[in-house]
């Protein structure tokens, strides 16, 4: 916990910083919004070890990543935080906008589960031994209820998006990735975590068992 925030991170602020300092020369109105995604088993995991909530151990990374932009004097206009009262409320009224349009369900799923990664691997994960890698952490059998995304129902509108917007994503290597998922066929995407494994996060508006995906509500 004494570790300094990773790398990795620094060089994405350092990067976002430098076009918004260039955007700004060209419009005042440039908006930087940065923050930090404060989720998961692993954090709830890390904060059992130390005795504390997940919430106060994540706070305390956080700070440590604020610390670093201040140092680093990345010019964010604002800063947004899963925890942030603001975020969860705006997250929670598209969930409930999505559940009574429909988009969203309620189905059983069980399969192999990677906790260092938060998510549920498929046959392609594995290695030419049959066996998941070491890049997915400790991998448990689980069968669980959750609520998905009607993602597949968009399928063919999102490919015809990408092929009409050459950049709808940056860098352009990443909207290839996404293309291609999209055109393997992209099933429906679980959007929740059930509060029996996964105490803390963003609560369901319309399933108190629940919590939301981060990677769902970060998005």
């Not at 997940?54 to 990345?74: C, G, M, N, Q, Y």
């Not at 975590?193 to 981060?214: H, N, Q, T």
Request: proline content about 5%; glycine content about 6%; some cysteine.
């Amino acid at each position: 916990t004494n570790a300094p925030p990773h790398i990795g991170h620094a060089y994405e602020k350092i990067f976002a910083d430098s076009i918004a300092r260039y955007h700004r020369t060209r419009n005042p109105e440039t908006f930087f919004l940065t923050g930090v995604d404060q989720h998961g088993q692993k954090v709830q995991q890390a904060a059992e070890k130390l005795g504390i909530a997940p919430a106060d151990f994540a706070a305390s990374v956080t700070e440590k990543f604020r610390d670093l932009w201040r140092r680093l004097d990345i010019s964010n206009d604002a800063w947004a935080a899963t925890s942030a009262p603001e975020h969860r409320a705006a997250v929670q009224k598209i969930l409930s906008r999505l559940h009574d349009a429909g988009q969203l369900y309620k189905a059983t799923h069980k399969g192999f589960y990677s906790v260092r990664q938060e998510q549920f691997l498929t046959d392609k994960e594995r290695g030419p031994d049959g066996e998941f890698g070491p890049e997915w952490g400790e991998v448990v059998f689980l069968e669980e209820d959750n609520w998905y995304f009607r993602l597949s129902e968009h399928r063919d509108w999102l490919a015809s998006y990408l092929a009409a917007r050459e950049d709808a994503v940056i860098p352009a290597f990443r909207q290839t990735e996404l293309a291609n998922a999209v055109g393997k066929g992209a099933g429906d995407l679980c959007i929740s975590r059930p509060k029996s494994r996964l105490a803390w996060g963003i609560e369901l508006p319309f399933d108190k068992a629940y919590v939301c995906y981060v990677w769902f509500d970060a998005l």
